[in-house]
């Protein structure tokens, strides 16, 4: 998708650090962080929203790897926040899972 900052990333024309890479997903700290950890779980492929997906197994990967990374980070307790659409506070149409914690 063109102009679609999250595929720029994906596709490291924009650099960021990835705290996972998997061949499915990319994951990256949110740049306006709203928790002390705050990192974005984002699909490699462009789909737009949670209405837009129809692969089920994708959103079974995205809990998974933000499990995994929330365990790395040694978080007990977290928020896992699909945002859908602009009435759902959904701000970039490109798949993403929030994982929000810390103290
Ligand atoms: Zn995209």
């Known amino acids: 998708m063109d102009n679609c900052i999250f595929c720029k990333i994906v596709n490291k024309e924009i650099p960021a650090d990835f705290v996972l890479e998997s061949e499915e997903l990319v994951a990256f700290d949110d740049i306006h ?23 089920p197994e994708l959103a079974g990967e995205m809990v998974m790897a933000a499990k995994g990374i929330a365990h790395e980070k040694n978080l007990d307790g977290y928020k896992l926040l699909f945002n859908v659409g602009r009435e759902g506070g959904q701000e970039i149409d490109h798949l993403h899972l929030h994982l929000m914690g810390g103290k």
Do not use: D, R, W
């Not at 962080?33 to 129809?54: F, G, Q, R």
């Open 33 to 55: 962080p709203k928790t002390p950890i705050h990192i974005l779980v984002v699909t490699k492929a462009h789909v737009a929203s949670i209405k837009e997906l129809e692969n």
